[in-house]
């Protein structure tokens, strides 16, 4: 299930998978981890694929509350270029995790790892369902996540980093849309990903149809003994394209991260951390920074400031899809201690949005 099978009106259209991976080049790969106690994983993005790591692409970053974990940032603002895959997982592994990518960089690509090593790793905290303290992803598991990534269809909801993820408290976890932008004779692809862990039931919104007053009773993140506020969690957006941007005008698509996210009811909390990269595949062989550069000069070709706003409208659609695919993907889960995280209840949901009127269209 995937949000366009419900009888609701979203905006734009869509790539072949509608998926970050409709990105030529961008591979997603997980590895999902749920045994004993454990309710994890780790999820890697390649922007251009395992063969050509190392080689930069433009990128930006914004954070919309700071309550979480985007290592490597500090580097992409100083030099606008990402270089290396993105890896997502939870809160206490990011460490465990940035080691992998270092040990897999060095078996796979010596020469990059001979210079100096900046991985982007970054967290939701799933410590609802999951023993988030306990030693179960290792630096391994990043290893295997990067050797998975593939192109094509991407799997939803209880995979990967997403694994042990709530959105709205429902199950939500990992989430995936794309849109189509022309631009003169071309046509360039805005892809999106979603770690999605945020959100309070009572604002749950669906294509502009506010449904989450209407599924308050079974809310188990309300009831159960546990410390965390509702809305405490965290979300990841990486967004993706194949259109030549600069690393400022990459910043700018993240600013319109929060924009998607806020169509589908959030206000933000305290307790989430929101941060979001975007990255262009565009303009391969420049940016790059290594101990050694043969070029005296380096040109991008990039888009007009005055002829973005195309770009920016198609990651707000696609962020907004991305998280209702997570939780339309999401099965229930149950975790440590019992934990139960209900799947988001499509028939239910169905009903609410065919009273509202939602098949005629929306927005």
Known sequence: MRARDLPLTLDGRHGRHNAITDVPGVEVGYVTLTEADART??????????RKVGLPCAAGTHSLNGNGEMTGVTWIEESGALSLPVMITNTHAVGTVHRGVIDWVAARHPGLAAQWLLPVVAETWDGYLNDINGPHVRPEHAAQAIEAAATGPVAEGNVGGGTGMNCYSFKGGSGTASRLVGHGPDTYTVGVFA?????????????????????????????TDWFAPSGAGSVIVVVAT????????????????PLGLGRTGTTGSHF??????????????????????????QSLRFVPWGRMDPFYTAVVQAVEEAVLNALTG????????????????IGRLI?????DGAGAGSR
Do not use: W
Request: proline share 7%; aromatic share 4%.
């Open 272 to 297: 989430s951390g929101d941060i979001f990269l975007a990255f262009s595949t565009a303009n391969e062989g420049a940016l790059t920074s290594g101990f050694t550069v043969d070029d005296d000069y």
């Open 195 to 223: 770690q999605a862990n945020f959100g309070s039931r009572h604002e749950l919104t669906v294509a502009g149809h506010r449904v989450g007053p209407s599924l308050l009773d079974d809310d188990p993140m309300a009831t």
């Open 351 to 355: 009903e609410l949005l065919a009273q």
């Open 41 to 50: 994983g780790v999820t890697a993005i390649l922007p251009r694929g395992r």
């Open 330 to 345: 999401a099965e229930e889960m149950i975790g440590r201690n019992g934990h139960r995280s209900p799947a988001l209840p």
């Open 242 to 257: 194949d259109a030549p941007l600069l690393p400022g005008q990459c910043k700018a698509l993240a600013r319109r991260v």
